[in-house]
């Protein structure tokens, strides 16, 4: 059986988690670092709590520090220039390429985005002065300039003294230009194996070049790429100025990063929020969309309400239901988008579920405690009934903190028993909380109200 780098995760997180000795966590990470990918290894880091992550990042040589920051997750970033003393934090920055550094520059402080700037080369800060006459919304701000481009008037001798020294990745074609730049056609590399010498290129090339422009939505382009059955694309300005070039890897990154935000949004969560980021964020991150959701369920409630007179007893408890069951499902929906997230990406493990479920009980209590105040005043103003609205406030903190529990606990259970928590996880979620919505509150509505 073929083990993939993340199902690798869980046991070198669990390993490093549970090690006491330096030496042991030296070796651990050795290992890591032979069986891992760079992105990988960010995760890796991203899965550890915050107390022990600063001990690990201390025993990371410098190559492998720069590696991990340059691929963390923007809540993470943030957090670990914060933890780092501000040198520290530059040395991250001294030798940042110019697609890392468009990348970062939209997450970190900008005295760090300015201090990268100023190590770049000149080649290297014509690329990022090109990329910023572009949105980060256009292909042009986030160009790949590994771009192999040659003059026209090249012989396939003078091309093949440049394959000599290395190809790009993803290199499959020679773009040629003219002197000023501008895109006359492009040659298979292929094409020149069996070619003499003193051919010129042109004789080779294909003059009806597929081409991006720099003004194109990015996300739009990155799909003309994944269907274009090619292994890059190149990217000209107005005037037809070949400016770099978007590859099939990217692109597919850029599709993964639209999956990810859509999946990110539908549990009203942040793509970028760290798995163990502050209680106060976390719960700040998803306050809004509980906001959102909680004037929904109580417009179910007013029509509810319309048909109030044929509810013989207590009646606010009826049109009340769907808002203690509504919270309570959407607040489980964003802590089991984060859990599955985790579980997706192999960094949550037996040895840090404790914390997480710890982390997001406290989360869940901090919502709990807003929105239970906030709703109860809104039932007060309503109903003018203190002791409805004391029953409905006791209800929605503790349906919160279930919620919070069941998102934890539900994907875990599933995912020890085979089955995929992401699509089974939100059904039984729901049935949860509603069943622990209703019983809470009418079992309260019982004790102080009838």
């Known amino acids: 059986m073929i083990e993939y780098p993340v199902d690798q995760l869980p046991q070198l997180i669990d390993d490093l988690l549970q090690c006491d000795t330096t030496t042991r966590k030296n070796k651990l990470l050795a290992d890591a670092k032979e069986k891992l990918s760079t992105e990988h290894l960010s995760l890796l880091f991203e899965a550890l709590p915050k107390e022990q992550r600063l001990e690990i990042w201390q025993l990371l040589d410098e190559d492998t520090q720069h590696e991990i920051f340059i691929n963390l997750g923007g809540d993470s970033c943030r957090w670990l220039l914060q933890s780092l003393d501000e040198a520290e934090g530059f040395k991250l920055l001294d030798e940042v390429s110019v697609e890392e550094l468009l990348e970062l520059e939209e997450i970190i402080p900008e005295r760090f985005v300015d201090y990268a700037r100023r190590q770049l080369d000149e080649v290297q800060t014509k690329q990022y002065d090109l990329a910023q006459q572009y949105n980060p919304e256009q292909l042009g701000h986030w160009l790949d300039f590994d771009a192999l481009k040659v003059s026209e008037k090249l012989t396939v001798a003078g091309a093949r003294k440049i394959f000599q020294k290395g190809l790009p990745q993803y290199t499959e074609v020679i773009y040629l230009v003219s002197r000023k730049g501008t895109l006359i056609g492009e040659v298979a590399i292929n094409a020149l194996f069996k070619a003499n010498d003193n051919d010129s290129l042109l004789d080779y090339a294909n003059l009806d070049v597929s081409v991006l422009h720099a003004d194109d939505d990015l996300y739009e382009a990155a799909e003309v790429v994944i269907h274009s059955e090619q292994m890059a694309m190149p990217v000209v300005n107005a005037d037809n100025k070949l400016l770099g070039r978007l590859s099939v890897s990217s692109a597919y990154e850029l599709r993964q990063e639209v999956t990810d935000e859509a999946a990110a949004k539908a549990g009203g969560l942040r793509e970028d929020e760290d798995l163990f980021s502050s ?160 019983v809470t509150f009418l079992g309260l509505g019982s004790l102080l109200l009838l």
């Not at 709703?375 to 409905?392: A, C, E, K, P, Q």
């Not at 529990?405 to 909380?433: E, H, R």
Request: charged share 10%; with cysteine.
């Open 279 to 438: 209680v106060t964020k976390s719960a700040k991150n998803r306050g809004i969309w509980l906001g959102i959701n909680l004037a929904t369920a109580f417009l179910a409630s007013w029509f509810i309400g319309l048909f109030g007179a044929t509810i013989e007893q207590v009646v606010a408890l009826a049109v009340l239901m769907p808002v203690v069951a509504s919270m309570g499902g959407i607040a489980g929906s964003q802590t089991l988008t984060v859990i599955v997230r985790g579980l997706a990406l192999g960094q949550v493990t037996d040895s840090n579920r404790k914390a997480l479920l710890k982390k997001e009980l406290r989360v869940g209590a901090l919502n709990g405690c807003v929105w239970a105040f906030v709703i109860g005043v809104l039932t007060y103003f309503w109903f003018n009934d203190g002791m409805l609205s004391l029953t409905i406030t006791i209800a929605i903190l503790l349906n919160l903190v279930a919620a919070s529990l069941s998102g934890v606990v539900i994907p875990s259970i599933l995912d020890k028993l085979k089955i995929d928590p992401a699509l089974s996880g939100s059904v039984i979620l729901t049935t949860v909380t509603d069943i622990v919505g209703f």
